[in-house]
């Protein structure tokens, strides 16, 4: 019960000062401070909770820590989706906002040109040191990303994935 | 005391297998997205009810299944968007190029590869064929109640936090999508 209401109450207090915090931050630190911020709020929690009931079991502790730092990336996923235009659902906003007539599907043109897509993943991902510009190359820099991609194809190709992806 | 943990961990270890097992089999991504949650989610509870039975260690029953249950729906969710994003991320789609091609690519050639016209054309081309947005007349109408929802409510959640109606442009502007 300890794990369960320390978690629960950290996560809630964490992404609550996030949500608070959220159009002050910008580039990576509007993803890393959630950990952070997280922690800080188990921290407290811990601590109201030892002034209240006692010392809490470092087993407890354990677990309310897993259970924040799950929810909390779960809430980092969330935003993401959030903060950066999914291009599926900027077509549909994109039809929804020509109302009953419909878009024209030449007007698809228009949507791309208003939603530079690749320009903006580029340079996102510069700006988080994965990859870098160099003269006319786009280079991986991160052998951590680079795993992580491994990882991810095996995967795909594990469920025998062949759609087209993007 | 390991109980929630371990239990989470043997539902998402079985969420994964029947994932793989029924995309092999041909199922579609959000059967298999399904079907992966719900045995994830009974072997999950399977584990819990088992422990129950033989460990003194759930001595708080409810609570203990509530940490498992948070923990596996957190876990699973966070396992969704990773497969997902292999999908559909272009992010990831251009790390996984750029590591297919050994790490370095003249930017004319991503650019052949991934572009908002080619993008949006893809993402349009499902859509039409998933009957989410349907054409008529050379016009296209969002045909899925659920899809115009989702896009509203990306859109309300967007204004809310951000201040933006797009990550392109800003609250109160005009068309945007």
Known sequence: ?166 | MWLPILAAGAGMASAVIVDIVASRLGAGRMQAYGMSFLCGLLLTLLALFLAGLSWSAASEPLATGALALLLYGSWWFIFLNFVQSFDSSLRVRILALLHDVGGRLPRIELYKRYNDQLLLELRMERLLKGGFVVERDGRLFVASARLRSLATLSRALKIVLTGRRSEFNHAGGGKSG
């Open chain 1, 1 to 166: 019960m300890v794990a369960l209401l320390v978690g629960l109450l950290a996560t809630i207090l964490g992404t609550l000062v996030h949500i608070v915090l959220l159009r002050r931050l910008s580039g990576r630190l509007l993803f890393v401070s959630v950990p952070a911020l997280l922690l800080a709020a188990l921290v407290i929690v811990g601590f109201v909770y030892r002034i209240a009931f006692g010392t809490p079991d470092l087993m407890d502790l354990f677990l309310a820590f897993t259970l924040s730092m799950s929810l909390g990336l779960c809430y980092v996923l969330l935003l993401v989706g959030v903060v950066y235009d999914s291009p599926t659902l900027a077509l549909a906003n994109a039809i929804s906002d020509c109302g009953q007539e419909g878009m024209p599907k030449a007007d698809l043109a228009d949507v791309a040109r208003r939603h530079p897509f690749v320009a903006t993943r580029l340079a996102a991902l510069v700006t988080s040191g994965q990859i870098a510009l160099e003269g006319d190359d786009v280079v991986a820099t991160q052998r951590a990303a680079s795993a992580l991609t491994r990882l991810g194809e095996a995967y795909r190709r594990l469920r025998g994935a062949d759609t087209p992806a993007g």
